[in-house]
């Protein structure tokens, strides 16, 4: 029997088991949904800075737009 045999079969029996309700379960709950929450903990302060970067220049921009509009709008008022 060769080596890439062998190994296929592994594959197919190990698919087959993971596949069954019982064995995915575990696998989600003891292993997946841990690692993902440990992951979304580590980078929840970088959610968080991002999120007020994001806002902060949102804000500056409606700003600048403001400031642009007053400063046209005041003299062409002047100008007059």
Same mark, same amino acid.
């Given at each position: 029997?060769?080596?890439?045999?062998?190994?296929?079969?592994?594959?197919?029996?190990?698919? &087959?088991?993971?596949?069954?309700?019982?064995?995915?379960? !575990? +696998?989600?709950?003891? %292993? @997946?949904?841990? =690692?993902?929450?440990?992951?979304?903990? &580590?980078?929840?302060?970088?959610?968080?800075?991002?999120? !007020? +970067?994001?806002?902060? %220049? @949102?804000?500056? =921009?409606?700003?600048?737009?403001?400031?642009?509009?007053?400063?046209?709008?005041?003299?062409?008022?002047?100008?007059?």
């Amino acid at each position: 029997m060769a080596f890439s045999e062998i190994i296929t079969r592994i594959i197919d029996s190990v698919k &087959q088991e993971v596949q069954k309700d019982e064995h995915s379960n !575990v +696998i989600l709950n003891d %292993i @997946i949904y841990p =690692i993902v929450h440990k992951i979304i903990e &580590q980078l929840y302060p970088y959610f968080i800075g991002f999120s !007020v +970067i994001v806002t902060v %220049i @949102i804000l500056a =921009i409606f700003i600048i737009l403001f400031l642009n509009v007053k400063i046209c709008y005041f003299n062409d008022i002047h100008k007059k």
